[in-house]
Nanobody, 118 residues
Framework: QSQLVESGGGLVQPGGSLRLSCEASGFSLDIYTVAWFRQAPGKEREGVSYISNTGQTTNYADSVKGRFTISRDNAKSTVYLQMNSLRPEDTAVYYC???????????WGQGTQVTVSS
């Protein structure tokens, strides 16, 4: 069974840091682009960050630029999201998405909760 599993979420004070992980099981991530999304209660899902299959290209939402860093280790079939200088508005469930074009495939993780509160 192929799936993505997110981990690393938790409760942190404003200004703190967390590192999220997205690990593929049953397949290798080397041909997949990966994106992180987040969704807070009562709000729409929003894109947070993106990384190309090789890691050569990355993109970030304006709200997290300079604070979050996306990276990948294809040998471990894992993508990471390092989150620094966390703010209460970063509180949300964070989801990992992996997508390939040839063949067309798409996977979503189950999500991991991030709560930023004093």
């Amino acid at each position: 069974q192929s799936q993505l599993v997110e981990s690393g979420g938790g409760l942190v004070q404003p200004g703190g840091s967390l590192r999220l992980s997205c690990e593929a099981s049953g397949f290798s991530l080397d041909i997949y682009t990966v994106a992180w999304f987040r969704q807070a209660p009562g709000k729409e899902r929003e894109g947070v960050s993106y990384i190309s299959n090789t890691g050569q290209t990355t993109n970030y939402a304006d709200s997290v630029k300079g604070r979050f860093t996306i990276s990948r280790d294809n040998a471990k079939s894992t993508v990471y999201l390092q989150m620094n200088s966390l703010r209460p508005e970063d509180t949300a469930v964070y989801y990992c998405n992996a997508e390939s074009i040839k063949p067309p495939m798409n996977y979503w993780g189950q999500g991991t909760q991030v709560t930023v509160s004093s």
